[in-house]
């Protein structure tokens, strides 16, 4: 007898499963996020068996030999950087960002590297055999330990896996993979979930390093549950905007290494190139003798970043003033905007707002603050700042800059790309070593008036 079907609305966010249909979600009270499934009565549970994988036995911890993690090195130094060193064996990985944005493209770069002393196995469901050979030959890939499976059962696809036992497995991706005892659609939230936790299973029963692709839906979110976030070991996001060739790669979780570290890459003819140096190139092309530019520096993970301010302050022409951020968060930008009137008194009420931070950087560290203000201050008294100078400190309510974290990192960085003035937090002056000092004239600030003093004599 056929198993019988029943229809159930499961939340894309936290799959919660109602027999009819929500607005909102009684589990996480997310909007819009009910959506319609198929589900087999037999398998309701959603449980799938595992494949032929060894069972894990019960240890003592301290029988468990506490060696330093195999880290396998791509050949990109910016990805390593936000791996934390490399692909830990045995890990699973997320990669995902919008669609286009070179995902595939990065993975199918790193198999030439890899694939000189590690056999890869590349999953594809969304491509067939000859469309990656084209794309490989356009990126120089040419190695003969990576082979191409295109399928999108999952359980063939770890049964294979522990059949060969390749040393890295990629699977392009997540939303095509399928368990054919489920009855949802691919890329539905069961699917998804489950898929996932097939390969973590054979992941780490077999010690196989796994790199899934997923995709990114129109709210920005990886597409299907957030527990598909919990399962993995380390998530990657690609971001970038479409008109702009730079891409920023940037860690959101990593159980191997720290969080928050970036790797910057530039897409060409020929795939992602690595760019080793994003300071340079966040401020290259600044304009020179122009009003409202201000040059921040910010932390990513262990990295400091040089990036340009910019800010525009004009009559506005409507009964209430406008204010817009491109990089850099709104609502601080507001806060900042009435801590300039209030505090150091220069009057913004009546007048439109604009930041931006260029380069497609999103800026959300509090010692952009400093820099923020003044491209402010320098576009409404039409005052420029000088080319050679850098800015960074937290601004408080009462009009105040306050310290921040790694100033001498921050210092010896701008130093380097050969800026001559430093205006910082008057209380990161008195802890900063004197070697720091060398070659740069460093200038501690307690308020916003002379920080802008002292970025414009």
């Known amino acids: 007898m056929a198993s019988k079907t029943k229809n159930v609305f499961v939340c894309s966010e936290c799959g919660y ?31 799938v068996k595992s494949s032929n994988l060894n069972r894990s036995k019960v240890v003592n911890i301290n029988d468990i030999a506490a060696e330093t993690e195999h880290r396998y090195k791509t050949g990109m130094n910016e990805l390593d950087r936000a791996l934390g060193g490399g692909i830990v064996k045995g890990s699973l990985v997320l990669l995902s960002g919008d669609p286009g944005i070179g995902k595939s493209t990065l ?11 590690h056999s890869i196995l590349y999953v594809s469901g969304e491509e067939s055999a000859h ?8 990126l120089g890939v040419y190695s003969d330990n990576l082979y191409i499976l295109c399928e999108t059962d999952a359980e063939y696809i770890c049964e294979y896996i522990a059949t060969e036992k390749p040393d890295i497995v990629m699977i392009d991706s997540i939303q095509t993979m399928v368990i054919s005892e489920l009855n949802s659609a691919p890329g539905s939230i069961v699917q998804v979930r489950e898929c996932t936790n097939l390969y973590m299973r054979t992941a780490k029963s077999l010690n196989i390093p796994t790199i899934l692709v997923g995709h990114v839906n129109k709210d920005g979110n990886i597409a299907g549950p957030k527990v598909l976030e ?9 971001e970038g905007e479409r008109n702009l060739s730079y891409r920023i790669l940037r860690a959101a979780k990593n159980r191997f290494g720290s969080t ?8 060409l003819e020929k795939g992602l190139a690595e760019v080793e140096n994003p300071s340079m190139m966040l401020i290259s092309g600044r304009p020179e003798n122009t009003s409202g530019s201000c040059i921040a520096c910010v932390m990513e993970g262990s990295r400091p970043i040089l990036a340009e301010v910019q800010g525009l302050v004009a009559p506005t022409g409507f009964g209430n003033p406008r204010r817009m951020a491109n990089g850099f968060d709104y609502n601080r930008m507001a806060m900042l905007l009435a801590v300039v009137e209030k505090r150091a008194g220069y009057f913004v009420g009546n007048m439109d707002c604009y930041v ?3 380069g497609g950087l999103k800026i959300d560290e509090p010692a952009s603050d400093l820099s923020v203000a003044l491209s402010v201050i320098s576009s409404l008294k039409d005052t420029v700042i000088r080319n050679d ?17 790694c100033a001498e990192q921050r210092v010896n960085e701008a130093k380097r790309l050969g800026f001559k003035r430093c205006v910082i937090p008057y209380h990161n002056l008195k ?3 004197p070697g720091s000092k060398k070659g740069i004239e460093v200038i501690g600030v307690n308020n916003i008036r002379q920080a802008f003093e002292a970025v414009t004599e």
């Open 230 to 238: 919990h399962i993995v070991d380390t998530v990657l996001y690609f």
């Open 260 to 267: 928050n570290e970036i790797g910057v890459f530039e897409m």
């Open 107 to 117: 993975l199918l770069q790193i198999c030439e590297s890899l694939g000189k002393e």
């Open 389 to 405: 100078v850098i800015a960074f400190g937290e601004i408080g309510l009462g009009g105040e800059i306050r310290s921040v974290t």
């Open 431 to 433: 802890k900063l070593s």
């Open 17 to 47: 499963k109602s027999a009819k249909w929500y607005g909102q979600c009684p589990n996480c009270g997310e909007w819009n996020t009910m959506e319609e499934t198929v589900e087999n009565a037999s398998s309701s549970t959603g449980k």
């Open 131 to 138: 469309q990656i050979k084209l794309r490989a030959n356009r």
């Open 356 to 358: 931006n931070i260029i």
